[in-house]
């Protein structure tokens, strides 16, 4: 979120998700404490898909 300089790569990856599924807006104004355990679900679910993807791409270039 606007404001914070360096923040560690999940942080980053957490906010850029957030935005992406167009919850940026409530969890400015309400918080991350406030979001609704199916909002944090989803987040985490699509996190995860990101880092299994990027996984899957590390070892894809690797194999090569």
Known sequence: ??????????????????????????????????MTTAAAGRVGGQMVRRLVQAGKRVLRRRES
Not at 5 to 32: C, I, M, Q, T, Y
């Open 1 to 34: 979120m606007p404001g914070e300089e360096s923040r560690p790569p999940l942080e980053e990856l957490k906010e850029d998700v957030v935005e992406d599924l167009g919850l940026a807006d409530a969890v400015r104004r309400k918080g991350w404490a406030q």
